[in-house]
Each structure stands twice: as C-alpha cells, then as structure tokens.
T-cell receptor, first 112, second 111 residues
Framework: EAQVTQNPRYLITVTGKKLTVTCSQN?????MSWYRQDPGLGLRQIYY???????DKGDVPEGYKVSRKEKRNFPLILESPSPNQTSLYFC???????????FGPGTRLTVL | EDQVTQSPEALRLQEGESSSLNCSYT??????LFWYRQDPGKGPEFLFT???AGEEKEKERLKATLTKKESFLHITAPKPEDSATYLC????????????FGIGTKLQVIP
C-alpha cells in the first residue's frame, strides 16, 4: 500500500530537549516536505527536498533542521524545542515538482 | 511573496444544494495549483492539480477550474460525506519551488 508514515504520532516534551520526527515514504518519490498546521494560520511549509541531499527552506524554517540521506526518509529535527513549536506536523511526498502530494497522518507535538 | 486566499471560511449547505468554493492566488510563476480535502485529525487528501488557465478537472461531485488569478471548486448536489475542510495550494515554478497553502474552507453538508 502506497503511504507516508510518521513517528511518533503524539509527543509531549519539554523545552530544550532535542527530538526527531521521522518520515518515510514507499512510493520512490523525489519531492518531500514538512508542514506545520496551526489554527487560523493553515499549513505552512517548513522545509522541502527535491531529491537526496537537496533541501531548501520553506516559509517557517527557524528552529528546525532536516536531512535527506536516503530517498525514502526525510526526518525533521528540533534541536532545542520551544513552546511556540507546539503544533500539528505533516510530512508529504510527491513524484516530481508540480504533482499533488501524499500526506502522512500527522504528528501532534506539545512542548511544555 | 506567494499568497493564497480562500473564501468563504466556512460554508453550510443542505444536501443537494450546489455551490462553489473560491481560491484566489498570486504567484510569480505557477507550476501547479492543488486542491485537497482534509478531515478532522487527518492529513490532507489530494484531489486535483491544475496547471494552466482554462483547465478543468472532475471527480464525482467535484469540479475544479482555473483562471490566471483564481480557482473554483464546484460541488454539485453535495452529500453529508462531502463535509470536510477543502484546501487550495500553489507551487512556485522557480528554482525555489515551495508550496503555499490557503487556510481552507470548512464545508458542512446537512442531511
């Protein structure tokens, strides 16, 4: 089954404790991206990647890091989380730029 | 800066009552305009991609159209299961190929 998986689905953590949210897709897609979704602000792109070792900033990259060492994986790293990073995070992938994206189920993160 | 504005923010329809959702956009170069459906607590589900003005796509009760400044999602004879938030997004065609989403239209279809 074609899918994008994210782990964990739910996470409560404390300010400053480094964390990684994993994302994996099984469709051999080149394009992957991370979004956060907040009430009243909609989905905002954090980072995206057009292929292995090629990443670029979206609209809200501050406080986040990404890496793309393998085509299927695109982890999101929060090196020192803060309460303003409390949000619902989605990973997505598509076969090439300009195609609709497949979204993962989301990760709800709370930073205390 | 790319921008996407969706209207209305919320829409309540009786079952069978057709209507349209609007997505106005500004982008320096359009690679694609996308429509998604999102159910509460779930990731967005891809519906359509439109690439150029004049293009139309259909899927069941949904039809998406595109002009140079806006896109419409027409819903014909909606059913309660069409209730969801509908999201519009644009992807820039430049080397900087980020995606910008609108806030969405929350649709409720009453039986």
């Amino acid at each position: 089954e074609a899918q994008v998986t994210q782990n964990p689905r739910y996470l409560i953590t404390v300010t400053g404790k480094k964390l990684t949210v994993t994302c994996s897709q099984n469709m051999n897609h080149e394009y992957m991206s991370w979004y956060r979704q907040d009430p009243g602000l909609g989905l905002r792109q954090i980072y995206y990647s057009m292929n292995v070792e090629v990443t670029d900033k979206g609209d809200v990259p501050e406080g986040y890091k990404v890496s793309r060492k393998e085509k299927r994986n695109f982890p999101l790293i929060l090196e020192s989380p803060s309460p303003n990073q409390t949000s619902l995070y989605f990973c997505a992938s598509s076969s090439f730029q300009g195609n609709g994206q497949f979204f993962g189920p989301g990760t709800r993160l709370t930073v205390l | 800066e790319d921008q996407v504005t969706q209207s209305p923010e919320a829409l309540r329809l009786q079952e069978g009552e057709s209507s349209s959702l609007n997505c106005s956009y500004t982008v320096s170069g359009l690679r694609g305009l996308f429509w998604y459906r999102q159910d509460p607590g779930k990731g967005p589900e891809f519906l359509f991609t439109l690439y150029s003005a004049g293009e139309e796509k259909e899927k069941e009760r949904l039809k998406a159209t595109l002009t140079k400044k806006e896109s419409f999602l027409h819903i014909t004879a909606p059913k309660p299961e069409d209730s969801a938030t509908y999201l519009c997004a644009v992807q820039n065609s430049g080397g900087y190929q980020k995606v910008t989403f609108g806030i969405g239209t929350k649709l409720q279809v009453i039986p």
